[in-house]
């Protein structure tokens, strides 16, 4: 629903309710129309229990799904418009990166061309090859009829244009982002963005902040020094299984920070662990230890281990719980998880919504604004997660967050927060 | 019978190891603390230094830092009065980091800036450890206390119960904004 500035209806909004309610009316008619119907014709079809059973069934389904169609358009026609993407700064891009995006385009140019080359045979090769199948079973015991052909044929023609795009589309994608993200995340200090290479997770799986996985895949990765420190971030998405079976345990971006001071041991925060993971470290000779968190919200949330119970309680500070947890209030932001490794802070934010720095289709122009203006916005999305990431560390430490490296301030003596 | 026999010896047996577990839990909050609170006193000669060479005319005040500092030293480790003048030091900190306050050249300068960073980890790790103590202390409470522990705290070696840390008066009194801001 759009509002006006005082809060009322607009006449637009007012409008469209009024024809989705209507819509909504007129769909649930049809639907009833549409059950009575199909009621009559099978009762009249087969006579008896049988029929009024199965017209009933059939009846429902039918109405239902002609209601159900016509519910959807009523929310479509509620719905409030999409946002128009503030594109102004994509507009400037489009001029700082001209150069750019003019080799990029022609390049673009070029592997539509062979795309569409490729598709010229490949996709009338697949589409043979579905009806030498068909021809093949019309031989069998069970041969297909002209649906199934269909069906075949439609399902070669897909395959055959996956054969002939995927390959130069990924080729595209990987083309923008290395050419076109460096230039972005230079923008925003000292950070340099390049392909990842896989991030070591053996310490984060054996503190049992991710569960075991069996693949782990990691495209974009920004590193360089920001406010001061260093930091390195990377997307990461972590799967279990294989075949059908496949789930993913964590999709989102790993965090790392090098603080400015020194923190003894290895402190995790985890959302839960089981009730004989404390046996099992024991039994394994792992030194960690459970460390009991003042806060009760906290501790009903996470589950915090540490090798050093001063350190961990150094670490978690009040003020520290406290942003940890509105991290986790972000739009896209699931619960975070921490790795706290001597000085390196490690955060593991799932995420929640679209991916981040996807570029505009091969088929699009490459000087697209949308496209820029979304791939800047998304590397603002992730420095603002990583002030909120060093504001964590200098909340711990007492010391006002403010955008300069180093804490000149002269504050009282004790944090008193911390007591 | 002798499975029911067996049984309430074996909880009272665990019972008691997890009382000696806490009580030695308590022990080494306390230790920790301790060494904490020594790590402050390495950083003060540092502070003070720093501080010296811009705040000449404070010379009653480090000397009074000083002289809380060699009274806390001389103090028993882990013993009320250690406490006590623990917190009569910190209160000492804080008043010459109130002062401190008014020479802008010293809140610039480079190991002012270093020890005054070495001074609030210390803080940290001494708040950081006062916390461990208390939830020590809260978890060997509820051993003792709680049935049948009251029974075993005096064989245990806690018949006494350890007291919890509290901030000093000065930290929780109010703050009287009227006074600050005339």
Known sequence: MTDTPSGTPSGGAADRRGLARTVLLAALGAGALVFLMVLAASVRQTPGVGGVLTGIVTGLFAGLLVAGAGAWGAMRLVARPAAVPDTAIGGELVQTLAQVLGEIEAMRIDMVRQATARARWRIPLCVVGVLLLWLVG???DDPGDFVDLLQLLAFGALVGWGWAEFAIRDQYRRLYRDRVLPLLAARFGAINYRQSTLP???KLTAEHVFGDCDSVVSENEFVGTH?????DI??????KGSGDDVRQIFTGLLVTVELPRALRGTTAVIADGDMFSEARDWMTGNSRARVRIEDPEFEKAYQVYGTDQIAARALLTPAFIERFRALAALSWAGQPLALVADNRLTLAIPRIGHSLFEPPSFREPAASRAALATLYNDIVEVFATVDTVIDLDQAARGVAASHDAVPGAIAGSAPSSNR | MWVLIAVAVAVLYFWYAAIVTRRNRVAEALAGIG????LRHDLIPNLLAAARRFMEHETMLFESVTALRTAAT????GTAARFAAENELEAGLGRLMAVAENYPALKSDGSMIEAQRGMVEAETNI???RRFY????GDLRNATQIFPGSLLAGLAGAATPSPFFEAPAEAVAPVDAARLLR
């Not at chain 1, 406010?227 to 930091?231: A, E, K, S, T």
């Not at chain 1, 990377?234 to 799967?239: E, G, I, K, R, Y």
């Open chain 1, 138 to 140: 019309r031989l069998g």
């Open chain 1, 200 to 202: 070591d997770l053996g």
């Open chain 1, 227 to 231: 406010r001061g420190l260093p930091i």
């Open chain 1, 234 to 239: 990377v997307d990461l998405t972590l799967t």
């Open chain 2, 35 to 38: 060494v904490q609170l020594n």
């Open chain 2, 74 to 77: 001389n103090q028993p480790a």
């Open chain 2, 127 to 129: 708040a950081a450890a």
């Open chain 2, 134 to 137: 208390n939830s020590a202390v």
